[in-house]
């Protein structure tokens, strides 16, 4: 590949990704606050930027993938970040964020002349390590075609849902409500089983080999029904964030969504009791609590 590639943000995610990218032959440069956390990525070739605008090329591509609205506004703002994109630069941003900021971002890039494509993400650390992402984007079509093959290099599927940049943002907040959703019956059902004399890994076998085969019950079902929260794939206190998106657009839609009320204090109690590192997937301990059940040792932290 010949194009230079700007990669900002190295988390469980972004990290996976930009070795995804490295794997698939782009020449890239990377930035984060923690400039350790790039250290195996430079090590396998990658360029290190002291600041945002320095994984910025003129007219080239940099891709984000950040915690939460905060940090991709403190990127775009950052000094000569917008600048140096210039025109014909995109922000492929693949965070999830509000669309109420994408879509801010989306005009203040168009005023420098640059474009910004949201293409928010599904999957854990090691699916986007193994390029088996799910994409949803939003922008632009020129961006959206230029940017095809970044996307082709990270996911297994891609989803395209028009050129306002915010409607990507919309479906991968669903996308996670319904994750979270089905977390918490899982958690409820399998705590019932338990507390009805059952075996839970030998319930959740059962019903994700049948009715519920889809990942989210398969994967996430048996770290719940082992009461084994890690490895840490996405933490609690973002998934809070991500259902506190859900409830602003919800509330803006004039959308009653008492499932999303639900979740949002589960996980705030489970933060308010020192889980907000955990996997989001231990939420279901308040649910063991509230039954009554004994919590298991490496959750009493």
């Known amino acids: 590949m010949s194009e230079m590639i700007g990669f900002i943000g190295l988390g469980n995610m972004g990290h996976a990704m930009a070795g995804s990218l490295l794997k698939a032959g782009y020449a890239l440069t990377v930035y984060n606050r923690t400039s350790s956390k790039a250290e195996a990525l430079t090590a396998t070739g990658a360029q290190l930027a002291s600041q945002p605008s320095?994984?910025?090329?003129?007219?080239?591509?940099?891709?984000?993938?950040?915690?939460?609205?905060?940090?991709?506004?403190?990127?775009?703002?950052?000094?000569?970040?917008?600048?140096?994109?210039?025109?014909?630069?995109?922000?492929?941003?693949?965070?999830?964020?509000?669309?109420?900021?994408?879509?801010?971002?989306?005009?203040?890039?168009?005023?420098?002349?640059?474009?910004?494509?949201?293409?928010?993400?599904?999957g854990r650390p090691e699916a986007a390590a193994s390029q088996q992402l799910w994409i949803c984007v939003a922008g632009p079509h020129a961006a959206k075609e230029r940017v095809q093959p970044v996307l082709n290099a990270l996911g297994q599927g891609i989803f395209d849902f028009g050129e306002e940049p915010g409607a990507a943002n919309i479906v991968k907040l669903c996308g996670n409500f319904l994750s979270l959703s089905a977390m918490e019956a899982m958690a409820e059902a399998l705590t019932l089983a338990e507390k009805s004399g059952l075996d839970r890994s030998a319930v959740i076998e059962m019903l994700t080999h049948t009715m519920f085969s889809a990942p989210v019950y398969q994967n996430y079902g048996k770290m719940i029904a082992e009461k084994r929260h890690t490895p840490v794939g996405f933490r609690q206190i973002l998934g809070l964030k991500d259902v506190n998106l859900v409830r602003e657009v919800a509330e803006h839609a004039s959308m009653p969504m008492p499932l999303a009320s639900l979740l949002h204090d589960?996980?705030?109690?489970?933060?308010?009791?020192?889980?907000?590192?955990?996997?989001w997937s231990a939420l279901s301990l308040d649910v063991l609590e509230n039954a009554?059940?004994?919590l298991p040792p490496s959750s009493k932290e």
């Open 54 to 122: 320095e994984a910025v090329t003129t007219g080239g591509i940099v891709v984000s993938m950040v915690a939460n609205d905060q940090a991709l506004e403190e990127i775009v703002m950052s000094p000569g970040f917008l600048e140096r994109l210039g025109p014909n630069g995109i922000h492929l941003s693949m965070s999830t964020v509000s669309p109420a900021t994408s879509r801010k971002l989306a005009e203040l890039h168009a005023e420098h002349g640059s474009t910004y494509v949201a293409a928010p993400v599904f």
């Open 266 to 279: 589960r996980m705030l109690a489970g933060i308010a009791k020192g889980r907000g590192d955990m996997d």
């Open 292 to 294: 009554g059940l004994k």
